[in-house]
């Protein structure tokens, strides 16, 4: 007797852009006296730097590898854990050290103490687009929800902060919900999508199913899964 | 004020260099002087399909760098007086044409001819989006399929961004003009049927030509399809899509839709 294999549903994977508030700390040298006076702080407010990302901050007093390493681990000692380090190429870095990063902003010291709770995302008005959208096109708008009064294009996108509306063939790929927006969602007249994704989860058109083509559809994000269904 | 028209697709083999031919022979034919322009350098065809091919001493290129002059390249058609052909140039590539050559020589023609028709190559790099640049109309090649109508498409899209005209804030009029179509397989559902190619282009239809064995003979024998075939299906439609652009109204002879048993024997043949 023959077990008939049932499809295993495909898991969800998802990926997406974030950012988050860290604390720098900017060494100098003599080492030693550095970390003397981080002794000495801490000794004043223990348990400050306990569960907080650090990122070593090395623009301003590049250091050499073996110093380099020396200093996380001492830090690790001190149970400040280091997530990566800021003004030094990859390639400088030794085994073993976190990863190099780069692009880091100033913030107020204010945002550090506080514990940030997830922010709102900050909301635009939406973006009407009255021209078929061609094949090539991107259309990007992350402030807020995108409506396009005609058809999307095999081979164009539309990239929004909220929800896509077509009305009008989609034809192209919907890329909703990009700012951290898992509440919003595609709408479409005519479903021929190449691919949808909300906030992160997506589905390419070989995984929705095919009863689906060319009638007007939506697709929102239920239980951490990409629902595409129907609307007439 | 003379027209610039661009012929384009984006696909290559769609009948662009054909449609050029063709077109330019039947608006020359009515009377309007007319210049063809081959804007495909280092693959040029446009000579070929214009019976030109031993008559080319200079080039587009030459013109551009100033190694001759415009009325020494121009090739002026044997059949037709009012119709010339600048030829492309063959050794180059298209990295000999510069956007400030391409604007004086198209300068210069404008001022000599009523229509400067450019033929673009295929693809969207630099010698189609100079075909393009400096375009008052164009038309936009598709075969009934789906590649060329991804393409044809993509074209659109570059026609709204990358012209002249677009950078100005106008429109740029566009035209499709179907190629190659077989109503048989549109209605096996082997290719797309014309109403289905419009959905998608959401452009004004400017004619269908079938296919054709005639387009072939016409282009080895170095003589436009509207010049040779005049009398053909593939003929008529193109000379009635140059009417379209001088800007009569002409209804479609074409027929698209299925003629049933009594239509095929009082109706119209269709290719």
Known sequence: MTAALAAAPRPAFRFRGRSFLALSLAPTLPLDGWLAELDAWTARSPGFFSNRPVILDCSTTPLDKSTLSRLVSELAARAIRIMAVEGLEAGSLP?????????????????????????????GGALYVEEPVRSGQSILHPAGDVVVLGSVASGAEIVAGGSIHVYGALRGRAIAGVAGEPGARILCRRFQAELLAIDGLYKAADDIDPALLDRPVQARVGDDVLLVTATD | MAKVLVVTSGKGGVGKTTSTAAL????????????????????????????????????????????????????????????????????????????????????????????????????????????????????????PEVSSVRDSDRIIGLLDSKTARAERGERMEKHLLLTRYDRARAERGEMLKVDDVLEILSIPLLGIVPESQDVLRASNLGQPVTVC???????????????????EAVPLSFSAERTGFLGKLFGRRAA
């Open chain 1, 95 to 123: 085994v073993g050290v976190p990863p190099a990063i780069a692009g880091g902003r100033d913030a107020s010291s204010a945002e550090i103490a506080r514990r940030s709770e997830s922010r709102a995302p900050v909301r």
């Open chain 2, 229 to 247: 075939a005049a009398a053909t299906p593939a003929g008529r439609a193109y000379a009635e899509a140059a009417r379209r652009l001088s800007g």
């Open chain 2, 24 to 143: 330019g022979a039947a608006l020359a034919q009515s009377g309007q002087n007319v210049a063809v322009v081959d804007f495909d350098v280092g693959l040029r065809n446009l000579d070929l399909v214009m019976g030109a091919e031993r008559r080319v001493v200079y080039d587009f290129v030459n013109v551009i760098q100033g190694e001759a002059k415009l009325a020494q390249a121009l090739i002026r058609d044997k059949r037709i007086d009012t119709l010339h052909l600048l030829p492309a140039s063959q050794t180059r590539d298209k990295d000999a044409l510069t956007p400030e050559g391409v604007a004086r020589v198209l300068d210069e023609l404008r001022e000599r001819f009523d229509w400067v028709i450019c033929d673009s190559p295929a693809g969207i790099e630099r010698g189609a989006t100079l075909a393009m640049r400096h375009a008052d109309v164009a038309v936009v090649v598709t075969n």
